[in-house]
């Protein structure tokens, strides 16, 4: 999904928000600073506009923000895309839309997910979320955190490298009743060949080497796959996950009748925010701040620096 602007989801549902939208005023001048004091300049098109940073996280909040998400939960992710954000600007206080490379949903494919009767109330929801956390953001020892988030775990999110000290495994036992927590992919072995060869580096092998070839040589407590050899050849778990189109990098083959069966755990990297865990534990009561902090270790949440 390419980005569109936040605009083109207020003309649909709010005339007055779509001025303040490309603005950060009603009467259609540019307010400097906005609401937020960051502004993000739409530059297409040879084009360039104002949009404060609080309005433009509504359509960015629009693409991360799952349908069923709990209200705590929809907050801790707004924050989540606030802090993505102003870790890119660095400091800056404003930053051109083209160098976020932020997602947005393009309005037919708002109404293909919730439907058109639906839009408004969706829209208000999430609109709601940023502004009720408006300006806070996560910091780790005064500084921004890369706010990593994953659909769904193995049931355990994944340990951080030493760039990433707050990524620290935590258990997410709900995880075995999200959708889609176990699926299983058949491939025949000269369909597994195939992919295999596409590659950066291709392995070369043939269909008949399937699955002797194939060694997952190391995985992560969290089950994830680390490293994988094929033939001759090593590849990390997320090369593998992308070549073969799965859910996750959490995969193990076994032959079958029909070829070789791959099941995988869990949907996305695994690191980070889980959003269906944080989203259980808004049901029970948590507040957008205590699931952050859960999921990342020894943060803060705090006004924009």
């Known amino acids: 999904m390419r980005k569109i602007a936040a605009v083109c989801l207020t003309v649909m549902l709010i005339p007055y928000v779509t001025t303040l939208a490309w603005t950060g005023r009603a009467d259609g001048t540019v307010q400097a600073g906005g609401l937020s004091g960051k502004t993000i300049l739409l530059d297409r098109e040879g084009a360039q506009r104002a949009v404060d940073l609080e309005e433009y996280l509504i359509g960015v909040a629009a693409v991360q923000i799952p349908s069923d998400f709990e209200m705590e939960a929809a907050k801790a992710q707004a924050i989540i895309a606030r802090t993505a954000i102003c870790r890119q600007m660095d400091g800056k206080e404003e930053i051109a839309e083209s160098a976020l490379d932020m997602d947005y949903l393009e309005q037919e494919q708002m109404e293909e997910i919730w439907g058109s009767e639906e839009a408004l109330s969706r829209f208000k929801e999430i609109k709601d979320a940023v502004s009720e956390t408006a300006g806070q953001v996560i910091l780790y020892n005064g500084e921004y955190i890369e706010p990593l988030f994953t659909r769904l775990s193995t049931g ?150």
């Open 156 to 305: 355990r999110t994944r340990q951080g490298d030493e760039m990433h000290p707050y990524l620290l495994p935590v258990e997410v036992p709900e995880a075995i009743e999200g959708e889609g927590y176990m699926t299983v992919q058949i491939f025949t072995r000269d369909e597994l060949a195939e992919r295999f060869n596409s590659m950066h580096e291709s392995p070369g092998i043939s269909g008949d080497e399937i699955p002797d070839c194939i060694q997952i040589i190391e995985k992560d407590s969290s089950g994830y796959v680390k490293s994988v050899q094929v033939g001759t050849k090593t590849y990390t778990g997320d090369e593998i996950r992308y070549a073969l189109d799965l859910p996750s990098p959490a995969f193990r083959f076994e032959t079958c009748e029909d070829g070789v069966r791959c099941t995988v755990t869990g949907i996305g990297h695994g690191y980070g925010f889980d959003q269906f865990g944080a989203n259980r534990k808004a049901s029970e009561g948590w507040s957008a701040e205590e699931i952050l902090k859960y999921f990342f270790s020894g943060v803060s949440v705090e006004s924009i620096p």
